[in-house]
């Protein structure tokens, strides 16, 4: 069958560095960390005190108290960005078919701080299983995507990907592949996470994955910098709408960049530390070219997964090298992890909309932080150290891995 063309016509951003896109990307070309002390809760007896929070988000913003008591913190996010994507596609809601409309999205973990809450709550209790009747429906990672589709009755395709980190990635993967399929006319998709938590933090930190950089927060996500020493843990949602390309050319949408391919694969190596050869890596990058019908000579630009952990970054550039051989000296390679923290389920959605936005703005913002060479890592790769670059990036690719060995990669091309 001929498979359909896919296009993107809308991006919605709630970041540690921005609370909306316009402002996410401003921030991302400037260099600006989003890393500050943690606001949320006491850090005295946390071994990492700091974090990239969302700024100045208040979600009786966005909704009344009723609604907001009603959502986890990952749902609300969802649904902020969302909105924003949908506005700005243009899609007239009430000409849409909307049983071709579906919600597909992204979340490693789902409503963590409504489960850490409800069980804080019972634990201190007289031992009475009294809990808030929205416990479950708050809790459930599927429910973000169900509360887009209730808003705006969008009644196509509707779930929610599980695979860590690299949730949203395959959220859009499947988004992608419903609508070339023929199954859907537009998606939205993305991904969402609020682990900022009392768990969040105490779990990764007893993981050994968080930086502990205390003295310096601004400066603790430094991926490739030889000094790096863990992950720093973010927050937010990134929202994008993927529509049938000649669906999105009848209705005069405006269009961002087409979807070229999606590619995955997995380590099956170690639930959180990556192949140290970076196999798997290599091998969902092969396999997002051959679905894209590319060659590695013609990508310009790489958004890496680059959490600043000292496995992980070496890792994958040594793949990025395997792969594209002596064109990846050629390649604006960059972390935009370094500014705003690892969102994990969310990284893959803010970091596609920052790909997409390097081919529309011409521009690959920075790698920011990096002060010490690394020497396991190959000196001739343009890393983007620490000032944004412009070029005339014509595709683009976006990685995000999870723990598990969860590999995902989607490859965007200029209309």
Not at 87 to 103: H, P, T
Request: charged fraction near 20%; aromatic fraction near 8%.
């Amino acid at each position: 069958m001929d498979l359909k063309r896919v296009v993107v016509t809308g991006l919605g951003a709630l970041t540690p560095i921005g609370n909306n896109v316009p402002d996410y990307w401003e921030a991302l070309v400037a260099g600006k960390s989003g890393c500050a002390n943690i606001t949320y809760f006491d850090t005295e007896k946390f071994k990492t005190k700091f974090a990239c929070e969302l700024k100045n988000f208040d979600p009786l913003t966005h909704f009344n108290r009723k609604e907001a008591r009603k959502l986890d913190r990952f749902a609300q996010y969802a649904l902020v960005a969302s909105d924003e994507a949908i506005a700005d596609s243009g899609i007239d809601l009430e000409r849409v078919d909307k049983y071709r409309v579906g919600v597909i999205w992204g979340a490693g973990i789902g409503g963590l701080e409504t489960f850490q809450n409800e069980m804080t709550n019972f634990s201190e209790g007289d031992g009475t299983p009294r809990f808030n009747p929205f416990f479950i429906p708050k809790m459930i990672a599927d429910i973000a995507p169900a509360n887009i589709s209730i808003k705006y009755g969008f009644m196509g395709a509707n779930y929610t990907t599980v695979s860590a980190c690299a949730s949203s990635a395959n959220a859009m993967i499947d988004a992608f592949n419903y609508i070339r399929l023929g199954q859907c006319d537009v998606i939205v998709t993305g991904g969402s996470e609020a682990a900022v938590t009392i768990a969040g933090m105490g779990g990764f930190n007893a993981m050994h994955a968080l930086s502990t950089r205390n003295e310096s927060p601004e400066t603790a996500s430094r991926p490739f910098d030889a000094t790096r020493d863990g992950f720093v843990l973010g927050e937010g949602s990134g929202a994008l709408i993927l529509e049938e390309y000649e669906h999105a050319k009848a209705r005069g949408a405006k269009i961002y960049a087409e979807v070229l391919g999606g590619g995955m694969s997995s380590d099956a190596h170690h639930m959180t530390a990556p192949h140290p050869e970076g196999i798997g890596v290599e091998r969902v990058m092969l396999n997002c070219l051959r679905d894209a019908n590319i060659t590695p000579e013609d990508v310009d630009a790489i958004n890496t997964h680059g959490t600043s952990t000292p496995l992980g970054d070496v890792a994958e550039l040594k793949a990025i090298s395997k792969v594209f051989g002596e064109h990846a000296k050629n390649i604006s390679i960059n972390s935009t992890k370094s500014m705003t923290g690892h969102l994990l389920g969310a990284a893959g959605a803010i970091e596609a909309i920052s790909s997409i936005l390097s081919i529309k703005n011409g521009i690959v913002p920075p790698t920011i932080n990096h002060t010490t060479v690394d020497e396991n890592i190959d000196p001739s790769l343009n890393l983007t150290l620490n000032k944004a670059q412009k070029r005339d990036v014509k595709i683009a690719m976006s990685n995000t891995f999870g723990f598990g060995g969860h590999n995902a990669c989607v490859v965007f091309k200029k209309m």
